[in-house]
């Protein structure tokens, strides 16, 4: 956040994503902004899952303190969760699908018909 703010000081928000979500696609976030357009570029625009909202999100620059705020241990659920009023969600099917463990990637390549690489 610290760079986004040095470096795109006049960006209508801030795209967070993590790396554990391979399949995440182009389009999908694509979904994301436009909604965010929709909107004014105000609030935020998260992924709906089962245990809550969460990222990919898209925050407008109202939050950017308060995502500079969270704790490093902390991803932004629980500031997604406070601000559900100003929050649009959007479902991220099966491309929900995160890698935590080795044996979450195996299924993963398997439920997507891929090879594991050596």
Known sequence: MKAVREQSP??????????DQPLISEGYLRRLGRVFRERG????????YPGGEGVPA??????????????DAHGARKLIAREAQNVSCLDPGHASADMDTPESYTRLLEQTGQKLKT
């Open 58 to 71: 898209l925050f407008s620059q109202e939050y950017w303190d308060a995502l500079l705020k969270l704790p």
């Open 41 to 48: 570029n105000r609030g935020i625009v998260a992924s709906s």
């Open 10 to 19: 006049q960006a209508p928000g801030v795209l967070i994503l993590v790396c």
